[in-house]
């Protein structure tokens, strides 16, 4: 395909947007567009993509006349406008329809998001498919601690909480917020719940039983399913270690890619099953205690780490271009079997902190055989890129004070 004929139109300026663009550049060599809310060290420098800013981008209004105008001034191109955050993704599925001819934007209809986005509506989907997922209450509202007790909740504590509503949630911020938040106690889940719902939040909030098992009892899952309803590719990647600030919580920060055939069936089956479109995301636990994988949820988008996957040797590009564009058959569903070590962090960080011996030696003999890919390390955009290397390395360093802060 000519690069003059498709142009990346991407909401976001985070690392899943860096990813993004990488994937595109390395497929067809194009530069991508994105659109964000304020400058993000991600995206800063890069040769891959441009960015623009606009305060109010996370405005439906806003987001349509903006990728509206752009598309228009690029008549002669098909633009495939990707969110890059799930509010991003979430109002791209709210103004799919509305955008000019030119533009595609691979997502599911507003009507099924709704059924997915809320954790405890998809935990409903999931009992329906037999998916395991984490016992879990809903909360409506502040509870005392009586009504957060161990009786009442129906597991022990240490819990899980956390918003039904992700997307609802980062838009009623308050001191102290957490993407997720553990409660030793009645009193520090009754405490929690009140800060969140004080703050304005307006849906469920889920304690949940905790899973045991550090970060690399966890796992991620990413598919493509094409326009018509059809898995076309799964890759499964085994966490060994994630992000632990606060805000930052859960982010994944070094995967080795793995087969598990039964999982992967279950979720295609699924994805299938519901009429799902576009790119899913999601994040599973290994559960030691009966040898199951719980489901945590669901995100309609790529992930953040994406470029696991387009590192294990399935762009992500190339995925929607050739269906949306292109419309080829993709052909049967491909389970990815290979081994490749992804990491966000610096190598010596993995190394230190992943509590798992053997997915320490895994990763040393996947980087011995040169099976080893970061989202950041592009050469094409550090070599005689001193501000973009600049970054790069201050980036990577800042690293080992993080974890040697809050991973405990």
Known sequence: MAQTEILPVLIGADMNCYSVARAFHEAYGVVSHAFGRWPMGDTMYSRIVKCTYIKDIDNPDTLLKTVTEFANQNAGKTCI??????????????IRDKLPQNCVAPYITP???????????????????????????CAEQALSEEALSEQALGFSYPVIVKPSSSILYWKHPFDGMKKVYTAQNPK??????????????????????????????????????????????????????????????????????????????????FLEDIGYTGFANFDVKYDSRDGSYRVFEINL?????????????????????????????????VMNQKETFWHSVPRAVVYKFVKDPAFVAKARQLVREGRETTSFGYKFDLLTNPKRMAYYLVHMQRYFKKFKTYYK
């Open 81 to 94: 406008v990707l969110g890059c955050t799930d509010d991003y993704a979430s109002l791209l599925m709210d």
């Open 111 to 137: 009507a099924l998001r709704d059924k997915l986005v809320s954790k405890a509506d998809f935990y409903a989907l999931c009992d329906q498919y037999e998916i395991p997922y984490p016992k879990t209450f």
């Open 188 to 269: 520090e889940a009754a405490q929690i719940l009140g800060q969140i719902y004080a703050a304005g939040y307006p849906d469920k909030v889920l304690v949940q039983d905790m899973v045991p098992g550090d970060d690399s009892f966890m796992h991620v899952l990413t598919a493509y399913v094409d326009k018509d309803s059809h898995v076309k590719m799964m890759c499964l990647g085994h966490v060994g270690l994630e992000e632990h600030t606060p805000k930052a919580l859960g982010n994944h920060a070094a995967i080795i890619t793995e087969y598990n055939e039964p999982l992967m069936e279950k979720l295609k089956t």
């Open 301 to 333: 988008r790529q992930g953040r780490s994406n470029y696991y996957v387009t590192g294990a040797g399935y762009n992500l590009a190339k995925y929607v271009v050739e269906d949306r564009v292109l419309h080829k058959d993709l052909g049967p569903c």
